[in-house]
């Protein structure tokens, strides 16, 4: 991975909307808690390039602003953006799906709960969405991994 100059990439900040989006990325590259600034990042090496990964919320405005303050508190080389998205127009996620979580991707126990107790025939879906999700998490998180690892050293 290198920049539009043909220098070696030194430092990669890796950007994901939501908490089960960011996990795989601090796991599978064994990052560590830190601080950027006032930030709340994780930190750490792969092969030859520092990684800082941080949370940015959903949607665009949040997006911006933590992005801003990343490339404002430091040198960064390139942005890998993370995020897993449903298909548009999938029947699996309905307007009350999205009510289950907050704006961190965090889920409401109490949320689901109830949604299950109206629509016990969900189950089945819902699980099939969670393993989906857990499954392109963990694959882009993986790819992330391989493109810091292919840097040549400086």
């Known amino acids: 991975m ?3 100059t043909n220098e070696n990439v030194r430092r990669v900040g890796i950007l994901a909307p939501m ?3 960011l ?6 590259m064994k990052l560590e808690r830190g601080k950027l600034g006032a930030i709340p990042v994780s930190v750490g090496r792969v092969g030859n390039v520092d990684v800082i ?7 665009m405005e949040p997006a911006t602003k933590v992005t801003g303050q990343l490339l404002d508190s430091t040198e960064i080389d390139h942005v890998i953006v993370v995020g897993i998205s449903d298909l548009a127009g999938d029947s699996a996620i309905d307007p009350e799906i999205m009510k289950l979580s907050g704006p961190d991707g965090s889920g409401s126990i109490v949320a689901v709960a109830r949604y299950l ?7 089945k879906g819902l699980l099939r969405l ?4 857990r499954a392109a998490t ?17």
């Open 2 to 4: 290198n920049n539009a």
């Open 19 to 21: 908490k089960p989006e």
């Open 23 to 28: 996990l795989p990325i601090v796991k599978v």
């Open 53 to 59: 990964a941080l949370m940015t919320g959903i949607g």
């Open 117 to 123: 107790v109206q629509k016990p025939s969900r189950i």
């Open 130 to 133: 969670t393993n989906g999700m």
């Open 138 to 154: 963990t694959l882009a998180a993986n790819a992330a991994k391989r493109a810091c690892e292919s840097v040549k050293p400086a």
